[in-house]
């Protein structure tokens, strides 16, 4: 019987192995004894030595134990261990991508410092594909796909991804964007993107229109607040004093852009103008304290004053000529 189901069983276990033999007058027999050794070569061939000559032929279940005092993998065919895990000295294939035939090479580590968990996504490519080629604008540092089904496949509905964005010195410039599928299932677009100069593009937005006022303020740390209009965010609300002589004392000019070489004319007034005049409340400044932009919504109330104070000078007036 031997071996059966990982459990040996002696060939004369019938008669209660050799000692019920001998109860019974049963000899030892060579050929009994044959067929128990060839039991036993058959049970020491299907085990696996601890020097490595027997290597597994099927699965190995571990009935809920673990495999301990493990050495450190250095190959991807390995155990990796929970320690080179976690300090990043053995990378699973599938966190450790390397040419993916695109032209880009990509490296993942992970540095633990002070118990903080840093991941880092390196990508390196060039002419010659590999290890430590220098980056160039364009390359897809790294991609990810959130996937719906349509039937037949996995196709993108999100994508999001970093680049780089021109030439690495010390730092890399980089560039993100987040891209959705359209509506009709047809086209993936993108609807965010921050470039190296910190642009920020919103392609979406230009496209959704509207007859109500402009009510976004960026402020110069590239906050963006809500512009608001309503007594319950206002305090130590008080009548306006400056008026007329405040408005005949601005300077309206005319201006091309310097970031604008189309020759476009614009037409406006100047921030420090008014910071100098003292209208400082209609004066944005930057994080130095210096005069950067006009708001020029709130000028709105100075202009109502301006025509209130006029209106009463001609009510005056008429009054006068009787």
Same mark, same amino acid.
């Given at each position: 019987?031997? %071996?059966?189901?990982?459990?040996?069983?002696?060939?004369?276990?019938? =008669?209660?192995? %050799?000692?019920?033999?001998?109860?019974?007058?049963?000899? !030892?027999?060579?050929?009994?004894?044959?067929?128990?050794?060839?039991?036993?070569?058959?049970?020491? *061939?299907?085990?696996?030595?601890?020097?490595?000559?027997?290597?597994?032929?099927?699965?190995? &279940?571990?009935?809920?134990?673990?495999?301990?005092?493990?050495?450190?993998?250095?190959?991807?065919?390995? @155990?990796?261990?929970?320690?080179?895990?976690?300090?990043?000295?053995?990378?699973?294939?599938?966190?450790?991508?390397?040419?993916?035939?695109?032209?880009?090479?990509?490296?993942?580590?992970?540095? +633990?410092?002070?118990?903080?968990?840093?991941?880092?996504? $390196?990508?390196?490519?060039?002419?010659?594909?590999?290890?430590?080629?220098?980056?160039?604008?364009?390359?897809? !540092?790294?991609? %990810?796909?959130?996937?719906? @089904? $349509?039937?037949?496949?996995?196709?993108?509905?999100?994508?999001?991804?970093?680049?780089?964005?021109?030439? &690495?010195?010390?730092?890399?410039?980089?560039?993100? +964007?987040?891209?959705?599928?359209?509506?009709?299932? =047809?086209? !993936?677009?993108?609807?965010?993107?921050?470039?190296?100069?910190?642009?920020?593009?919103? &392609?979406?937005?230009?496209?959704?229109?509207?007859? $109500?006022?402009? $009510?976004?303020?960026?402020?110069?740390?590239?906050?963006? +607040?809500?512009? =608001?209009?309503?007594?319950? @965010?206002?305090?130590?609300?008080?009548?306006?004093?400056?008026?007329?002589?405040?408005?005949?004392?601005?300077?309206?000019?005319?201006?091309?852009?310097?970031? *604008?070489?189309?020759?476009?004319?614009?037409?406006?007034?100047?921030?420090?103008?008014?910071?100098?005049?003292?209208?400082?409340? +209609?004066?944005? @400044?930057?994080?130095?304290?210096?005069?950067?932009?006009?708001?020029?919504?709130?000028?709105?109330?100075?202009?109502?004053?301006? !025509?209130?104070?006029?209106?009463?000078?001609?009510?005056?007036?008429?009054?006068?000529?009787?």
């Amino acid at each position: 019987m031997g %071996w059966s189901g990982g459990s040996y069983t002696k060939g004369n276990s019938a =008669t209660g192995g %050799w000692s019920g033999d001998a109860s019974l007058g049963i000899g !030892i027999e060579a050929g009994r004894h044959d067929t128990q050794d060839d039991d036993f070569a058959s049970g020491i *061939d299907n085990c696996i030595a601890k020097d490595g000559q027997n290597s597994a032929t099927a699965n190995l &279940p571990m009935g809920g134990f673990k495999h301990t005092g493990a050495a450190d993998a250095s190959s991807n065919d390995e @155990y990796t261990t929970q320690g080179q895990l976690r300090d990043g000295s053995f990378r699973p294939k599938f966190l450790n991508p390397e040419y993916v035939g695109d032209g880009t090479f990509y490296k993942n580590t992970t540095v +633990y410092n002070g118990g903080t968990a840093v991941e880092r996504i $390196n990508s390196s490519k060039s002419t010659t594909v590999g290890v430590n080629t220098t980056s160039v604008s364009g390359d897809t !540092i790294q991609r %990810w796909d959130l996937q719906g @089904y $349509n039937g037949t496949d996995y196709v993108r509905a999100v994508e999001i991804a970093g680049r780089v964005n021109g030439t &690495p010195g010390t730092v890399c410039p980089g560039e993100f +964007y987040v891209r959705v599928g359209d509506s009709t299932g =047809t086209v !993936i677009n993108t609807a965010f993107q921050i470039l190296a100069d910190l642009t920020t593009s919103l &392609p979406g937005v230009y496209a959704k229109t509207t007859a $109500n006022a402009a $009510n976004v303020f960026v402020a110069s740390g590239g906050l963006m +607040y809500r512009s =608001t209009s309503s007594l319950q @965010y206002k305090k130590n609300v008080q009548p306006m004093t400056t008026g007329l002589e405040a408005v005949k004392q601005l300077k309206p000019v005319t201006f091309n852009e310097k970031s *604008d070489d189309s020759g476009k004319l614009f037409a406006g007034l100047i921030a420090e103008d008014l910071d100098k005049q003292g209208l400082k409340e +209609y004066v944005s @400044y930057d994080e130095e304290g210096k005069p950067d932009a006009i708001h020029y919504g709130n000028l709105v109330a100075l202009a109502f004053k301006a !025509i209130q104070e006029l209106e009463a000078k001609v009510a005056s007036l008429e009054a006068q000529l009787g």
